[in-house]
């Protein structure tokens, strides 16, 4: 791969690239929409991702060109950048413009991008596209930032500047993410522990709805101030920053305080999504999968029910899923509306199963899903 993309690199620019990078997208095992509420999650980095390769000029331009979408952009290298329009370069723009709040950049940039997560597939492109750039100023300028810093500064881009009030699993999951491992994190105290994620004989596998995510971004948003909302009338009696702070038991005693229905239903998933997390954790460990995929289930179910971020489509993934004996467990994976789900497979069952979803699917939404088999990945790096 990188020696393609320098040949690309030298055909678009006409020189070498100086560096190449790599940052991956994620799934998530379990823990949905409890990152912004301070909860436990568990996602993985897989080995789809985002390439890039830079050089620097003495043009003061940031060039921003990509291998997979025709617009481009040349933007004189100055402090203050606003989004530009709906353009992909608006990810590693808004990067440029967080690291000059705190930094100078001494000279300009040809960039060139590479990617293989499908787009808005709800595998984190964006947080890919985000880190991968954060990452390679970094390394290359030798910036005093360290992982965290910069998942931390990636984040702010995706909040401030794309406007996406998303919490820090995605980018976190893309920085930290190693092979065959995945990453407890509690996205309150940012403490984190690498685990095995030893399925044995079963494999990871992802399906691509094919689902175009279109309300997201709005709908996302909208969920995360009805947690806002949830968490200030809870507040009335108990002291909380977050509404994970609750065990599902302790909920019970305070969940009067909230008579609206749809807040209810959105807390009361929160509570307990983050109370699976603790439970699947321990599955895992344990390799326990029954148990695992038991959990993966009761997510998708409250995803659907309480949350309402599912649709048609992930639902008949997962309901196919749960009638197909060689998987143990299935559920949406990311922001939900479309996008990916994931589900435990038996190892040697996948055309199988990939020819049997697909007749059951088509003959429900009347287009084909993607499946294929996930390798967990490593997190950002230099190649
Ligand atoms: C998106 C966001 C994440 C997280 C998930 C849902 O991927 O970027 O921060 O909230 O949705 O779990």
């Not at 100055?78 to 329009?85: L, N, P, V």
Request: hydrophobic share 40%.
């Amino acid at each position: 791969m990188k020696e393609q993309l320098a040949t690309k690199f030298y055909d678009t620019y006409g020189q070498q690239p100086a560096a190449t990078y790599f940052t991956p997208g994620r799934v998530n095992l379990i823990g949905e929409h409890i990152d912004y509420n301070g909860g436990l999650v568990l996602p993985c980095a897989i080995t789809l991702g985002t390439w890039l390769c830079l050089a620097p000029n003495n043009d003061q331009v940031i060039r921003f060109k990509s291998v997979n979408f025709p617009e481009e952009a040349n933007i004189p290298l100055q402090a203050g950048y606003t989004k530009d329009g709906p353009g992909w370069y608006n990810y590693p723009l808004g990067v440029f413009n967080e690291i000059l709040k705190n930094f100078q950049i001494p000279v300009g940039f040809d960039l060139l991008y590479f990617g293989n997560i499908p787009v808005g597939s709800g595998l984190s492109s964006s947080a890919s596209i985000e880190v991968v750039t954060a990452y390679a100023l970094t390394a290359y300028l030798e910036l005093d930032l360290d992982r965290l810093a910069l998942v931390q500064l990636a984040k702010r881009v995706e909040n401030d500047f794309i406007g996406v009030n998303s919490g820090i699993m995605d980018q976190f999951a893309v920085a930290f993410g190693e092979k065959d491992k995945a990453i407890v994190l509690n996205c309150d105290t940012l403490d984190y522990k690498i685990v095995a994620c030893d399925l044995g004989d079963h494999n990871l596998v992802i399906i691509n709805t094919n689902k175009p995510r279109g309300l997201a971004e709005s709908k996302y948003n909208e969920r995360v101030e009805e947690c806002q909302t949830a968490l200030q009338l809870l507040n009335q009696e108990v002291k909380l920053n977050n509404l994970c702070e609750l065990t599902a038991a302790e909920f019970e005693k305070y969940k009067h305080l909230i008579k609206d229905e749809t807040i209810l239903k959105r807390a009361t998933h929160v509570i307990e999504e983050n109370d699976r997390v603790n439970l699947a954790a321990k599955a895992l460990s344990e390799g326990e999968l029954e148990e695992f995929g038991r959990l993966m289930y009761a997510s998708h179910q409250s995803l659907k029910d309480l949350y309402e971020v599912s649709g048609q489509e992930l639902d008949a993934v997962v309901e196919f899923s749960a009638t197909y004996p060689a998987v143990t467990g299935a559920r949406m994976t990311g922001a939900g509306f479309g996008g990916c789900a994931i589900a435990i497979l038996k190892k040697g069952q996948e055309d199988d199963y990939r020819e049997k979803l697909t007749a059951f699917y088509e003959a429900k939404i009347g287009y084909a899903p993607e499946v294929y088999v996930s390798e967990i990945g490593s997190g950002a790096t230099t190649i």
